[in-house]
Antibody
Framework: QVQLQQSGAELAKPGSSVKISCKAS????????ISWIKQTTGQGLEYIGY????????NYNEKFKGKATLTVDKSSSTAFMQLSSLTPDDSAVYYC????????WGQGVMVTVSS | DIQMTQSPSFLSATVGDRVTINCKAS??????LNWYQQKLGEAPKRLIY???SLQTGIPSRFSGSGSGTDYTLTISSLQPEDVATYFC????????FGSGTKLEIK
């Protein structure tokens, strides 16, 4: 069955970076792009961007350019998102989702930015 | 960018009630509208895709309708396990989400 397994919760200091992962299984990884979504209580759900899992090409929501960097490792069927120059506003749950219907989502990663 | 306006934000209903949740897009989204259910602490689960196609395994009491800019999720007979937050997602142009509807049982 299709699964997107994300890495564990992160506690980070302001100004630092975190890199979270999304490991796919149960389907051909390169057949679907992976999208990333941010969820907060205040702002709701926001689209960060997506990565072409075959070519590594990316597309970002303007708001997240410079904040998020999407990469992929085809050999392990894993997509990654690095968040840089973290501020408390980056505290959120981050989801990966299979693009092409947005049918399957990872379980989410809670990122907490605090000194 | 396409904006999605979802209503109501909060809904309290009785078991067995017919429940409707609405999403209005700022422009025509050509039926590229999905509905999700999210229970506390869980990942979103897709219920309906492309306006009215029921996801495999989802009970038939869930249905979707709409066109153009106006879309509706209907639960025909509310069950206790339907307590959750529901949101819409348009994927016609970019990706934007509704603000969510928190559904509780009276």
């Amino acid at each position: 069955q299709v699964q997107l397994q994300q890495s564990g919760a992160e506690l980070a200091k302001p100004g630092s970076s975190v890199k979270i992962s999304c490991k796919a299984s149960g389907y051909t990884f390169t057949s679907y792009y992976i999208s990333w979504i941010k969820q907060t209580t205040g702002q709701g759900l926001e689209y960060i961007g997506y990565i072409n899992t075959g070519s590594g090409g990316t597309n970002y929501n303007e708001k997240f350019k410079g904040k998020a960097t999407l990469t992929v490792d085809k050999s392990s069927s894993t997509a990654f998102m690095q968040l840089s120059s973290l501020t408390p506003d980056d505290s959120a749950v981050y989801y990966c989702a299979r693009r092409g219907g947005f049918d399957y989502w990872g379980q989410g990663v809670m990122v907490t930015v605090s000194s | 960018d396409i904006q999605m306006t979802q209503s109501p934000s909060f809904l309290s209903a009785t078991v067995g009630d017919r429940v409707t949740i609405n999403c209005k897009a700022s422009q025509n989204i050509n039926k590229y509208l999905n509905w999700y259910q999210q229970k506390l602490g869980e990942a979103p689960k897709r219920l309906i895709y492309n306006t009215n196609s029921l996801q495999t395994g989802i009970p038939s009491r869930f249905s979707g309708s709409g066109s153009g800019t106006d879309y509706t999720l209907t639960i025909s007979s509310l069950q206790p396990e339907d307590v959750a937050t529901y949101f819409c997602l348009q994927h016609n142009s970019g990706l934007t989400f509704g603000s969510g509807t928190k559904l509780e049982i009276k």
